[in-house]
């Protein structure tokens, strides 16, 4: 199985920026984690700030990879791009959010992206990528 995480923009930021919210470990340290955990399964990563990087990465692996595990971040909000590169690629997605965005600021409660995806996880911490990947197994 071949599956591929895509963070938005500040998730290279995790482990220093609010930790309260999203915790202390970086997403690297943590991505080493599940692939340990997950030895079985091909696991890339993949990070961008920037939403048209994003769309592109969704379009190169959109017809070759078993899943794809999503956090568009703040583009989850506001970008209709990357929604609809979710609804052109064949790929199954699997939205992620480290935070639960229902019980945070009323704009975060739209996902542009939910509608196009398998599924969405949020609200787990860094746990909501462990029940991504669980989701594709």
Same mark, same amino acid.
């Given at each position: 199985m071949k599956l591929i995480i895509i963070n938005g923009p500040n998730l290279n930021l995790l482990g220093k920026r609010e930790p309260e919210i999203y915790g202390s470990t970086t997403f690297e340290e943590y991505f080493g984690e599940l692939k340990q955990k997950f030895s079985t399964i091909q696991l890339?990563?993949?990070? =961008?700030?920037? %939403?048209? %990087?994003?769309?592109? #990465? *969704?379009?190169?692996?959109?017809? =070759?990879y078993d899943?794809?595990? *999503?956090?568009?971040?703040?583009? @989850?909000? @506001?970008s209709v791009g990357i929604g609809d590169a979710v609804k052109g690629i064949s790929t199954p997605v699997v939205e992620?959010?480290? +935070?639960?965005?229902? +019980?945070?600021?009323d704009f975060r409660?739209? =996902?542009y992206i939910a509608g196009?995806? #398998?599924?969405?996880i949020s609200g787990f911490g860094l746990n909501s990528y462990v029940l991504a990947i669980q989701s594709f197994i």
């Open positions: 890339d990563y993949f990070q =961008s700030n920037i %939403e048209g %990087e994003i769309i592109n #990465k *969704l379009h190169e692996v959109g017809f =070759s899943g794809i595990i *999503l956090n568009a971040a703040a583009y @989850t909000h @506001t992620v959010h480290i +935070s639960n965005v229902h +019980s945070r600021e409660h739209v =996902s196009n995806a #398998k599924g969405v």
